[in-house]
């Protein structure tokens, strides 16, 4: 099958079985013939690389009647924006280029005059957004949870009293809740917790934000659908690179008195690109297959563990509330060692290794070979 093709048939989904065979020795992504075939086990997504990327994009821009935006306004902005608003059950959305704006500013226009924010300690938005939120917005962020995935109903009542009860007043406006939690190997909150800190903040008239950058993931696990847990925030942020394969870019709902004119917020963080379309131009072919794809990439994940754990020298760990992370410990040969081996046979496994086990992500690359094949590079990468 040749690429025109293999693009012609719907995309790598559709291809899936295509692509599904076994893999020979050698650098298969250094080839032409090594586009779209690697299984890469570190990525929330296909993790592309440059030619399988602009291999799309120039695809997606051929196509009959494609559109571009301009200052990210129109053309496939606009038809995306729509479309993640339906999906989540909200009136209205917006593109933002990155995740990490998405979070600053639904926080900063849920929150208004009252300016406390409880986050979890363990959030991108606590740690990894370089204090934007308290630097540019003047919020007070107030970590709760260390070290853990869920805030209790308890830590939050308590900092609503405190604050109710200062010298001066001080409101909680807004809280921010990341799920499924990055900084913890991707576990999620507990649903029941999370239904019971909503309903409270809700009654206390704290406005509510979810992080949800991988939320796709969560309906597999918790049996909960992508318009339940949206409907339990007032905004909610989805990434439009991590599962589906965007260069960058990131889409902000809420009701529409939250969406409409906040363009010009972002135009003001300086966050209005010119010309958005190529980051996201081909993101709309994954979203509607992404939740059945992660079901399948899952499934095809136990039948590869299953096959795995027949060898005595792996070990495979899942976590109780664990999403698409597992970790594998591997006795015999170095974890880094098995990584570079790996990758010469077109599977990408993490390179750095910390607690000599490797932390694994599912994602729908794994459909590109069938589990036996897969278990294969694993067991000839112990010899060599
Ligand atoms: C949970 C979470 N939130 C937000 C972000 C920020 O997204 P971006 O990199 O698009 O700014 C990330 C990025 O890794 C993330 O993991």
């Not at 370089?130 to 709760?144: E, K």
């Not at 921010?176 to 019971?196: C, G, K, T, W, Y």
Request: with cysteine; net charge neutral; aromatic share 8%.
């Amino acid at each position: 099958m040749d690429r025109r093709q293999f693009l012609a048939v719907g995309g790598l989904a559709a291809a899936t079985p295509v692509l599904g065979q076994g893999v020979g020795a050698g650098s298969m992504a250094d080839t032409a013939d090594g586009l779209f075939k690697r299984v890469n086990l570190v990525s929330d997504g296909l993790g592309l690389d440059s030619r399988e990327y602009a291999t799309l994009l120039h695809e997606a821009a051929m196509a009959d009647g494609f559109g571009t935006d301009y200052y990210s306004l129109g053309g496939p902005i606009a038809a995306l924006e729509r479309k993640f608003a339906n999906l989540l059950g909200k009136d209205a959305a917006m593109f933002v280029p990155t995740g990490t704006l998405a979070n600053h500013l639904a926080i900063r226009k849920l929150a208004g005059n009252d300016r406390r924010v409880l986050v979890q300690a363990e959030s991108h938005l606590y740690n990894d957004s370089g204090d934007c939120a308290q630097t540019l917005s003047g919020l007070n962020l107030i970590p709760l949870a260390s070290g853990r995935t869920t805030i209790d109903l308890a830590e939050i009542r308590s900092w609503v009293e405190r604050s109710a009860g200062g010298r001066v007043e001080t409101k909680v406006g807004a809280l921010s809740i990341e799920n499924p939690v990055r900084r913890m190997n991707h576990q999620m909150v507990d649903l029941a917790e999370l239904e019971r800190v909503c309903g409270y903040a809700r009654q206390q008239g704290i406005r509510l934000h979810m992080d949800g950058a991988r939320m796709f993931n969560l309906p597999f696990h918790s049996g909960k659908s992508i318009r339940d847990y949206a409907a339990l925030f007032d905004t909610v942020y989805v990434s439009l690179w991590k599962h589906f394969n965007g260069a960058s870019g990131a889409i902000l709902a809420g009701d529409s008195k939250f969406i409409d004119g906040l363009f010009h917020m972002r135009r003001m963080f300086g966050g209005a690109l010119p010309h958005a379309w190529p980051q996201v131009a081909f993101v709309e072919r994954y979203v509607d297959s992404y939740e059945d794809e992660y079901a399948k990439s899952w499934r095809a994940t136990d039948k590869l563990i299953e096959l795995l754990q027949t060898d005595g020298r792996f070990k495979v760990h899942k976590m109780p509330e664990g999403t698409s992370t597992f970790f594998l410990a591997v006795s015999d040969v170095a974890a880094e060692v098995l990584s570079e081996r790996a990758l010469r046979r077109g599977v990408i496994l993490p390179a750095q290794v910390g607690s000599g086990m490797l932390a694994l992500q599912v994602n729908p690359s794994v459909l590109r070979m069938a589990p036996a094949a897969l278990a294969q590079v694993f067991f000839e990468s112990m010899v060599g």
